[in-house]
């Protein structure tokens, strides 16, 4: 079981993002490999830290995260996309979080020499976002969808460094490799020293001499992507999933972006979706809640049989128990709402009038309402509670 982003970082949820910053910088330093050489177990919470920040440190994310805990991204790794991912994708994506410490040296292997080696690490990818659509059934037991994405995707013929080969490669004349420029001011308070990105590599610490002739040295091209998108069961309109690393590639060598997927409700032909309950209106004959009767009603799952007890007043409502949708994040389960309508004919024949007005002359069949008898907003109320 995944341990809390919160608890990884030793934060709560009110902190600031200033807060969440500063307490993924501690940890992440506390863990970092090369304070640790060699121990697999600071490497996985160096990880988790990381996993724990990309959520937290991200308003959408982390508003979902509060909401639905781990379950807001299941199968789609919107935390979660770091424990197969090298160091490399860390540094690249939150070095620069360490960048004005004074520890990028001894942590980055000399002012960011991580990130200075002949594969490059270029800008990070942009998000993608797509639309999915679901019906009843898939939305009450979850499912996974294969879907086809248009996207930038890392160039095969150079491995997304964007360099013709190897040797393509030269150490940054200006920053010398570190991919970060120091500058020393001297000012009436002292000398002041700042820390900017290189300019001319873009702080990646190296210049291709020679571009890839498949991409043109941009490391990524056009084309398309089969992605297996888990949803989770509960998901409701409007609702929205991540996907770590699964949005257009970056250029050069970098993070690749976000795959962001927004579910959408298909509407059902004779069901509506009150939250996690489902309403459904059930049409009757006059004849059949006098007498009583059996009927199939539609269900998420199928067809199902409801016994109507003889004498049943039009606006009952019946209540089919777990037969509604389930809570996202939880146990909970909604039901299933059969709201009862005595159907009034309005054509009839002479032999049928003839009829009516007999029963409308009997006592029997006069309305005799019981001052017991609950109003339709009780009845409701009491189905809902």
């Known amino acids: 079981m995944k341990k809390d982003y919160y608890e990884i970082l030793g934060v709560s949820k009110s902190s600031s993002a200033d807060e969440i910053k500063k307490a993924y910088r501690k940890t992440a330093m506390q863990y970092h490999p090369d304070r640790n050489p060699g121990d697999k177990a600071s490497e996985e919470k160096f990880k988790e830290a990381a996993e724990a920040y990309e959520v937290l440190s991200d308003a959408d994310k982390k508003a979902k995260y509060d909401r639905y ?8 790794s919107g935390g979660g996309g770091f424990h197969n991912s090298n160091m490399e994708d860390i540094f690249s994506q939150f070095g620069d979080i360490f960048g004005d410490s004074g520890f990028g040296s001894s942590f980055f292997g000399g002012g960011g020499g991580r990130r200075a080696s002949s594969q490059s690490t270029g800008q990070r990818g942009s998000n993608l976002r797509i639309k999915i659509k679901l019906n009843f059934a898939e939305i009450a037991t979850g499912i996974t969808k294969q879907v086809k994405v248009k996207k930038y995707v890392g160039c095969t013929t150079c491995s997304g460094n964007g360099a013709k080969d190897k040797g393509s490669f030269q150490k940054c004349n200006t920053c010398g490799g570190s991919g970060q420029v120091r500058r020393v001011q001297n000012t009436f308070l002292g000398q002041m020293q700042t820390v900017t990105t290189c300019p001319s590599c873009n702080g990646e610490g190296s210049t291709i001499t020679a571009k890839c002739g498949a991409c043109k040295g941009d490391g990524r091209m056009f084309g398309e992507e089969m992605i297996n998108i888990e949803i989770p069961a509960g998901v409701a309109e409007g609702m929205q999933l991540s996907m770590s690393g699964k949005g257009n590639a970056g250029e050069r060598g970098g993070y690749p972006g976000d795959l962001i997927i927004q579910i959408e409700e298909e509407q059902h032909p004779e069901l509506q979706r009150d939250g996690l309950n489902v309403a459904y209106d059930l049409y009757l004959s006059f004849p059949d ?3 009583g009767c059996e009927v199939e009603v539609p269900t998420i799952s199928g067809r199902a049989k409801v016994k109507i007890p003889a004498g049943t007043q039009s606006g009952k ?9 389930p809570e996202v994040q939880g146990y909970a389960r909604g039901d299933q709402m059969i709201y009862v309508n005595v159907w009034t004919p309005q054509h009839f024949s002479n032999d049928e009038k003839v009829m009516l007005e007999k029963l409308n002359n009997s006592e029997n069949f006069k309305p005799k309402p019981d001052k017991r008898d609950k109003s339709f907003f009780e009845r409701v109320k009491e189905a809902f509670s």
Do not use: E, M, N, W
């Open 69 to 76: 805990g781990h379950q807001a991204f299941q199968g789609a």
């Open 289 to 291: 809640v006098v007498f």
């Open 317 to 325: 409502i019946l209540r089919l128990k777990g037969k509604g949708f």
